[in-house]
Every structure is written in C-alpha cells, then in structure tokens.
C-alpha cells in the first residue's frame, strides 16, 4: 500500500518537474531568435510531455483528424502551448498534437494544419515539420482534402500524391538558409517517396481499398477555383487540387525526411459538377472515409516505423 503511494507520489512529482521545465522553456526563447533555435525549444517542451519518440509524423487534413483520437497511451499537447506553433483559426483543424501508440508501435499525429490562406507565413506553416526533424522524425505522412480535377476521382476517393505543383506564388525557403536544416537549393525530383508510395499501394490493396496516384497542385486559396482556373490546371497535368501540403513537403524534403502524401477527394473541383463548393461539404466526406482512412493510416504507421 505504501509502495503504491510512494510511486504514485513520484509519478506525480516527475509530472509537475516536466511541466516546471516545458514553463521554464518558455521563457527562454525570444520571438527573434533563430528558426532553427525557435524550432529546438517547440521541440524541447514536446519531449519534455511525451514519454514516447516517434519515428513517423502524420499531418492530418480537413476533417481528417478522427485518426489521431483512437492512440494508446496518448498525449495530447494543443498547439498553443507549444512555443512557436501556429494555431488554426479553421473549422474541421482541432490545433493539437498527439502522440501515442498505434498498434504498440509510437507515432505523432498533427491534428490540423495552418495554411498560408490565414495570413501566416510559410515558415509559420512549416514550423511543426522542422520541429519534428529536431524530434528525430524520418517519415512524414501528409494527408489533406482535394477538389478532384481526373475524373476518374470521385468524391470520397483517395489519391496517393506521385508529385506536385506549386502554385501558391511563394516558396517555405526563401529567406535566409540554416544549413544546419539542409542545403539552400535542394532536389525536388522525387519529393514523394517512390518506397513509401509502393509500401502504401500495397497496405491500400491488402485492405480493398482503390487508390489512383496523381498530380497534387497547390494554390493559395481561400476561395475555391474557377472552372477556367481548373480547366487551366487540367492542362498544366494537375489531377487534383487543394491549399495545403506542398510547402510542409518541400520543407520535409530538405530536411532529408521522406515524404508520403495522400488526398482525400471530398470534391468534384470547379466546374466538373452542377453543385457549389462549400467547406462543410469538404469536412463532411473527410468524416465519411474517416474509417476507411484510418484503417490504411493504421497499417501504413506501422510499416513506416519498422
Ligand atoms: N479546391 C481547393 N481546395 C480544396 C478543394 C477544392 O475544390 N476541396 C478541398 N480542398
């Protein structure tokens, strides 16, 4: 009895020290210093609450964030209190981080994303991936929700990204370079792990699930595209569309990390279908092929991390 009160005690002391300590952390760290010193103190205050060291991160998109609820032993670390993190100002991006287990093997999951249509910065929404190579993070997953532009996608469909094209007029490296994260004018000929797309191809088929891979093209956003717009993309060789992912895997790339990315078509892009867009349409097939993307996340978090 009086074990169990001693370690309960310590557990509970252990607790309020990495709590002392994420405080402490905190303080030190200016707004002004630099992005790789700001990136070690985010990466700091995590290590400091989360027992478990992750190998493989996952971005989860719009109404794409139910995977991350069903870890074990998981901590949950909301954006604002990691130093440096943005938060989401949008519907459908919970603005947490979780790390547990799944199928005993660790992982992070972000649930929610910032994007550049919130006014924040490409290094704003980067953040978290270089604080996750300071966190010993090799294998990044970056899921989101898309307009599909191939017809052959239709809503609810997911598409495993083979590339991408960057139209968000800006690029996450401009600005002075830290070599410490990698080189100034890195590779992007094969941003999309070939390895990772086959490991995924597989775990989809052992599942049933289809996916077709293809061209991922990033704008800016906010509003949604204008069928010229999408007719445009067409012919640029975009198979579908969205506003995120493309700066957080250039980033990731740099970095050395590999990168895995998966759209989830929740729909038909401009002009292709008599309905308008709305966002609450986006967020609510994301719910609907919650399982069906949990399930192949679940097999793919654990391939990744052996
Ligand atoms: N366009 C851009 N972004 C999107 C879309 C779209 O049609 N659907 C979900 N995100």
């Not at 139209?167 to 080189?183: C, I, S, T, V, Y």
């Amino acid at each position: 009895m009086e074990r169990k009160r001693l370690a309960c005690r310590r557990s509970r002391t252990t607790h309020y020290i990495k709590r002392l300590l994420t405080m402490t952390n905190m303080a030190e760290e200016p707004a002004s210093s630099s992005l790789y010193a700001r990136a070690e103190h985010a990466a700091r205050t995590i290590r400091a609450r989360a027992a478990e060291e992750p190998r493989v991160a996952i971005v989860l998109g719009s109404g794409l964030g139910a995977f991350g609820d069903d870890f074990e032993d998981a901590v949950v670390i909301p954006y604002q209190e990691i130093p440096g993190f943005p938060t989401s100002t949008v519907a459908g991006h919970a603005g947490q981080l979780v790390i547990g287990k799944v199928d005993n093997v660790p992982v992070l999951a972000m649930q929610g994303r910032v994007h550049f249509y919130e006014a924040y910065s490409l290094e704003d929404v980067t953040f978290p991936i270089r604080t996750f190579k300071l966190l010993g993070i090799r294998k990044l997953v970056l899921t989101n929700a898309a307009g599909g532009i191939d017809v052959q996608l239709s809503q609810g469909a997911l598409m495993l990204i083979s590339d991408h094209l960057n139209l968000m007029g800006a690029n996450p490296l401009r600005g002075p370079n830290d070599k410490r994260f990698g080189p100034r004018f890195p590779d992007l000929s094969d941003v999309y792990s070939r390895e990772l797309q086959q490991i995924c191809i597989e775990e989809a088929r052992a599942l049933g699930v289809e996916l077709r891979r293809g061209i991922y093209a990033a704008l800016p956003g906010p509003s949604y595209e204008t069928p010229a717009e999408i007719h445009m993309l067409r012919g640029f060789g975009a198979d579908a569309v969205g506003m995120s992912t493309v700066p957080e895997a250039i980033v990731a790339r740099q970095m050395g990390i590999e990168v895995l990315g998966i759209s989830c078509i929740t729909n038909m892009a401009a002009g292709l279908s008599n309905e308008p867009i709305n966002h609450e349409e986006v967020v609510e097939t994301g719910k609907q092929v919650r399982d069906t993307f949990a399930r192949l996340l679940r097999r793919l978090a654990v391939r990744l991390a052996s």
